[in-house]
C-alpha cells in the first residue's frame, strides 16, 4: 500500500460550541480550542477535527452555513482561527475543518438572491420547483429532521425549493457548474489557509435521482424515508472525483468523508488509494438497527473492517455529535465503570484505520440520564424524535425517556473539565445544560490518576505510536479470532510484530485458549494482569470486562 502522511494519525473532533468557552458568553469558542491545545498534545493528538464555526444563524449548530468565508462572532474571527492554525502547527497539530456542502443556509447571500429571482443564476444553485397541477409536491421524501423536503419559497407562492436536512437548510444543485465551481474555489481558500483537510457532511445526498419521483411510502406521515431515492441515485463518483481533483488532490488534503450507502464495488473508488477521499468514518455499529449487544457490535464491526481489507482505511469511533456517547451505547448500563469504558476504548481504537476521539470521550463522558422537559434540551431533531413516540403509542414520559436515549444532545453538552460551576467551562450560562455528572466524570479529576480513563487513553494512544510497534497498528493485517466465541472480542494485527486485541465483553469472566503464547503485555485494564507470570500457557481467564493487548510469541 501506498504510505500517506496522515495513515498513523490519531484524531479528536471539536464541537466548538460546548468545548470551552473563554468570554463567558456560554458558547464555546476559537481562543478555547487554542487555550486547550497543549492539554490536546499531551493527550497525543495530530488532528484536529473542527465542527463547522462558520457565520450561521445555528439552526442545525453550523451545519447550516451562512458565509462559507467568515468565522461566526460567536466563535471569533477569521484571525483567531490563523492563529490556532499557527498554535497547532507548532505542536504538530492540523486543523480539520468540517465541509458542509450539501446545503447552505436560507441566510447565504446565494439563497436570498435566489428568492430574489428564481429564474436567475442564483435560482439554479437550488432546487426550486412548482407546485405541481397547482397544489402538489414534486415527491414524497421525508426529511431527515421529519416532514417533507419541499417548503415554500419565501416570497412565491407558487414556488419550492428542496431541504433534505431541515427548512433553514436549503439542497445546493450540483448539478449546476457553476455552483460547483464555486465550492471548489472556496474549499480551495482554506486550503490556502493552510488547514490540513476536510471532514466532508453528508456529502452522499448530493446526487439527487432526478427527475423527482414518489417512492413507497414507509410512514404514517404518507412519505419515503431518503435512503429509498438514496439507492437508485446514481453517478456521485462523477461528483466526488471532480471534487477531489480539483480541491483535495491538489493539496494532498486529508479527507474523511461521512458516507452512508455506499455500494461494495465502490470503496476502492471511496477510499481506495487515488479514491475521492483519504478515508471515511465506519458508522456499521452506530447504524446497527437491533439492539446493539456485544455479539452484534463485534459483527457489524469486524464485517467493516473484513470488507475494505486491502482497500483502505475506515476512520474509527464510537461516538460523534450526532450519537449517543458510546459507553452509554454500547455498555449496559448496570456495567458501566471505568473498566468496561476501558474495553471499549481498547476494542476499537487498535482496529485498521484512524481512530478518532470525540470531545469527552477522553474522560468517559456519558449521556444524559433525565431531563424535566423537552425545553432543558436543544437539538432541532428533537421535535420529531418525541412527536414521532407519541404517535406510535407513547405516554409523554416514555416519549421524553425514549429522547434522552437517542438525541444529539447526549454528545453536545458541554465539556466536562473540572467539578466547579458549570464543569468549569463557562463562567456564564451555558447554552446548553450541563450533565449534572461532571462531580464525578471530570477530567481535574482523572489528570492525575494513573488509573484513570483518561490516562488509558494516553496509554493507548502511546502505544500505537511507540515506534517499535507503529507499523503494525497501522499497516499489519486484521485477522478476527474465534469470532464464533460468544462475548469475545478478539483480533490480530499482523505486520512486523503479531499483537492481539482480546476483550471479554461481558460481565462474566471467560476462558480463552490462544492460538500461542503471550510474549509480552502490552496494555490492559486491570493492573493484575501485567504480571506476565501469569501467562506461562495458551489458556487464560478473562475477568470481567477484561482487555488484554498483548504481543504474541
Ligand atoms: O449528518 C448527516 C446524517 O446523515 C445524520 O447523521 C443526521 O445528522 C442524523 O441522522 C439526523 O438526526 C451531518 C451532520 O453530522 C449533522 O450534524 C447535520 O445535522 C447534518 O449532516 C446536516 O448538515
Ligand atoms: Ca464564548
Same mark, same amino acid.
Given at each position: 500500500m501506498e504510505k500517506k502522511w496522515w495513515h498513523n494519525k490519531v484524531a479528536y473532533q471539536i464541537y466548538p460550541k460546548s468545548?470551552?468557552?473563554?468570554?463567558?458568553?456560554?458558547i464555546g469558542d476559537i481562543n478555547g480550542v487554542i487555550e486547550k491545545l497543549d492539554y490536546l498534545q499531551d493527550l497525543g493528538i495530530d488532528i484536529i477535527w473542527l465542527s463547522p464555526i462558520y457565520c450561521s444563524p445555528l439552526a442545525d449548530q453550523g451545519y447550516d452555513i451562512s458565509d462559507y468565508y467568515d468565522i461566526d462572532p460567536r466563535f471569533g474571527t477569521i484571525a483567531d482561527l490563523d492563529r490556532l492554525i499557527e498554535e497547532g502547527k507548532k505542536r504538530g497539530i492540523g486543523i480539520v475543518m468540517d465541509l458542509v456542502v450539501n446545503h447552505c443556509s436560507d441566510e447565504h447571500e446565494w439563497f436570498k438572491k435566489a428568492c430574489e429571482d428564481p429564474d436567475g443564476e442564483y435560482g439554479k444553485f437550488f432546487y426550486i420547483e412548482d407546485y405541481k397541477d397547482g397544489d402538489s409536491l414534486p415527491c414524497n421524501w421525508r426529511s431527515y429532521f421529519g416532514g417533507s423536503v419541499w417548503e415554500k419559497l419565501p416570497g412565491h407562492d407558487d414556488k419550492i425549493y428542496l431541504h433534505v436536512f431541515h427548512k433553514k437548510q436549503p439542497d445546493l444543485n450540483w448539478e449546476n457548474p457553476k455552483l460547483r465551481k464555486e465550492v471548489y474555489k472556496m474549499i480551495n481558500w482554506w486550503l490556502d489557509k493552510g488547514i490540513v483537510g476536510f471532514r466532508i457532511d453528508?456529502?452522499?445526498?448530493?446526487?439527487?435521482?432526478?427527475p423527482f419521483s414518489d417512492y413507497p411510502v414507509d410512514g404514517d406521515d404518507g412519505l419515503s424515508s431518503i435512503d429509498n431515492m438514496l439507492k437508485e441515485a446514481t453517478g456521485v463518483g462523477e461528483f466526488l472525483n471532480e471534487l477531489a481533483d480539483e480541491t483535495f488532490r491538489k493539496h494532498d488534503a486529508f479527507t474523511v468523508g461521512e458516507v452512508f450507502n455506499e455500494k461494495d464495488d465502490e470503496l476502492p473508488l471511496f477510499i481506495g488509494s487515488h479514491g475521492y477521499f483519504s478515508t471515511m468514518f465506519d458508522f456499521s455499529a452506530e447504524s446497527?438497527?437491533? *439492539? #446493539?449487544s456485544p455479539e452484534n457490535y463485534k459483527k457489524a464491526v469486524f464485517k467493516a473492517h473484513e470488507r475494505v481489507d486491502g482497500i483502505g482505511f475506515l476512520s474509527n469511533i464510537i461516538e460523534n455529535h450526532d450519537e449517543p456517547r458510546g459507553v452509554s451505547r454500547f455498555i449496559p448500563k448496570e456495567d458501566l465503570d471505568d473498566t468496561s469504558k476501558k474495553m471499549l476504548a481498547g476494542i476499537y481504537f487498535l482496529l485498521p484505520g484512524l481512530p478518532f476521539i470525540y470531545q469527552g470521550q477522553e474522560i468517559g463522558m456519558e449521556n444524559l440520564?433525565?431531563?424535566? *422537559? #423537552?425545553?432543558d434540551l436543544d437539538d432541532c431533531a428533537n421535535a420529531n424524535i418525541y412527536e414521532t413516540a407519541l404517535h406510535e403509542g407513547k405516554t409523554h414520559a416514555e416519549a421524553l425517556a425514549h429522547l434522552i436515549n437517542v438525541t444529539r444532545d447526549n454528545a453536545r453538552t458541554p465539556f466536562q473539565w473540572d467539578d466547579s460551576k458549570n464543569a468549569g467551562f463557562t463562567d456564564g450560562k451555558p447554552w446548553l445544560m450541563v450533565n449534572p455528572k461532571y462531580k464525578n466524570i471530570n477530567l481535574a479529576e482523572q489528570i492525575n490518576d494513573s488509573h484513570s480513563v483518561f490516562n488509558f487513553y494516553k496509554e493507548l494512544i502511546s502505544l500505537r505510536k511507540n515506534p517499535e510497534y507503529e507499523s503494525t497498528f497501522v499497516y499489519g493485517k486484521f485477522v478476527p479470532y474465534k469470532p464464533e466465541q460468544k462475548n469475545l472480542l478478539a483480533y490480530s494485527r499482523v505486520g512486523e510484530k503479531s499483537v492481539m486485541v482480546i476483550a471479554n465483553y461481558q460481565k462474566d469472566a471467560q476462558t480463552l485458549s490462544l492460538p500461542s503464547k503471550i510474549k509480552?503485555?502490552?496494555?490492559?485494564?486491570?493492573?493484575?494482569?501485567?504480571?506476565?507470570?501469569?501467562?506461562?500457557?495458551?489458556e487464560i481467564v478473562l475477568s470481567p470486562y477484561e482487555l488484554l493487548v498483548v504481543e504474541m510469541v
Amino acid at each position: 500500500m501506498e504510505k500517506k502522511w496522515w495513515h498513523n494519525k490519531v484524531a479528536y473532533q471539536i464541537y466548538p460550541k460546548s468545548f470551552y468557552d473563554t468570554n463567558g458568553d456560554g458558547i464555546g469558542d476559537i481562543n478555547g480550542v487554542i487555550e486547550k491545545l497543549d492539554y490536546l498534545q499531551d493527550l497525543g493528538i495530530d488532528i484536529i477535527w473542527l465542527s463547522p464555526i462558520y457565520c450561521s444563524p445555528l439552526a442545525d449548530q453550523g451545519y447550516d452555513i451562512s458565509d462559507y468565508y467568515d468565522i461566526d462572532p460567536r466563535f471569533g474571527t477569521i484571525a483567531d482561527l490563523d492563529r490556532l492554525i499557527e498554535e497547532g502547527k507548532k505542536r504538530g497539530i492540523g486543523i480539520v475543518m468540517d465541509l458542509v456542502v450539501n446545503h447552505c443556509s436560507d441566510e447565504h447571500e446565494w439563497f436570498k438572491k435566489a428568492c430574489e429571482d428564481p429564474d436567475g443564476e442564483y435560482g439554479k444553485f437550488f432546487y426550486i420547483e412548482d407546485y405541481k397541477d397547482g397544489d402538489s409536491l414534486p415527491c414524497n421524501w421525508r426529511s431527515y429532521f421529519g416532514g417533507s423536503v419541499w417548503e415554500k419559497l419565501p416570497g412565491h407562492d407558487d414556488k419550492i425549493y428542496l431541504h433534505v436536512f431541515h427548512k433553514k437548510q436549503p439542497d445546493l444543485n450540483w448539478e449546476n457548474p457553476k455552483l460547483r465551481k464555486e465550492v471548489y474555489k472556496m474549499i480551495n481558500w482554506w486550503l490556502d489557509k493552510g488547514i490540513v483537510g476536510f471532514r466532508i457532511d453528508a456529502i452522499i445526498n448530493i446526487k439527487k435521482k432526478l427527475p423527482f419521483s414518489d417512492y413507497p411510502v414507509d410512514g404514517d406521515d404518507g412519505l419515503s424515508s431518503i435512503d429509498n431515492m438514496l439507492k437508485e441515485a446514481t453517478g456521485v463518483g462523477e461528483f466526488l472525483n471532480e471534487l477531489a481533483d480539483e480541491t483535495f488532490r491538489k493539496h494532498d488534503a486529508f479527507t474523511v468523508g461521512e458516507v452512508f450507502n455506499e455500494k461494495d464495488d465502490e470503496l476502492p473508488l471511496f477510499i481506495g488509494s487515488h479514491g475521492y477521499f483519504s478515508t471515511m468514518f465506519d458508522f456499521s455499529a452506530e447504524s446497527t438497527k437491533e *439492539d #446493539i449487544s456485544p455479539e452484534n457490535y463485534k459483527k457489524a464491526v469486524f464485517k467493516a473492517h473484513e470488507r475494505v481489507d486491502g482497500i483502505g482505511f475506515l476512520s474509527n469511533i464510537i461516538e460523534n455529535h450526532d450519537e449517543p456517547r458510546g459507553v452509554s451505547r454500547f455498555i449496559p448500563k448496570e456495567d458501566l465503570d471505568d473498566t468496561s469504558k476501558k474495553m471499549l476504548a481498547g476494542i476499537y481504537f487498535l482496529l485498521p484505520g484512524l481512530p478518532f476521539i470525540y470531545q469527552g470521550q477522553e474522560i468517559g463522558m456519558e449521556n444524559l440520564d433525565n431531563v424535566n *422537559d #423537552i425545553n432543558d434540551l436543544d437539538d432541532c431533531a428533537n421535535a420529531n424524535i418525541y412527536e414521532t413516540a407519541l404517535h406510535e403509542g407513547k405516554t409523554h414520559a416514555e416519549a421524553l425517556a425514549h429522547l434522552i436515549n437517542v438525541t444529539r444532545d447526549n454528545a453536545r453538552t458541554p465539556f466536562q473539565w473540572d467539578d466547579s460551576k458549570n464543569a468549569g467551562f463557562t463562567d456564564g450560562k451555558p447554552w446548553l445544560m450541563v450533565n449534572p455528572k461532571y462531580k464525578n466524570i471530570n477530567l481535574a479529576e482523572q489528570i492525575n490518576d494513573s488509573h484513570s480513563v483518561f490516562n488509558f487513553y494516553k496509554e493507548l494512544i502511546s502505544l500505537r505510536k511507540n515506534p517499535e510497534y507503529e507499523s503494525t497498528f497501522v499497516y499489519g493485517k486484521f485477522v478476527p479470532y474465534k469470532p464464533e466465541q460468544k462475548n469475545l472480542l478478539a483480533y490480530s494485527r499482523v505486520g512486523e510484530k503479531s499483537v492481539m486485541v482480546i476483550a471479554n465483553y461481558q460481565k462474566d469472566a471467560q476462558t480463552l485458549s490462544l492460538p500461542s503464547k503471550i510474549k509480552k503485555v502490552l496494555l490492559s485494564n486491570t493492573s493484575k494482569t501485567l504480571d506476565n507470570s501469569s501467562f506461562n500457557g495458551t489458556e487464560i481467564v478473562l475477568s470481567p470486562y477484561e482487555l488484554l493487548v498483548v504481543e504474541m510469541v
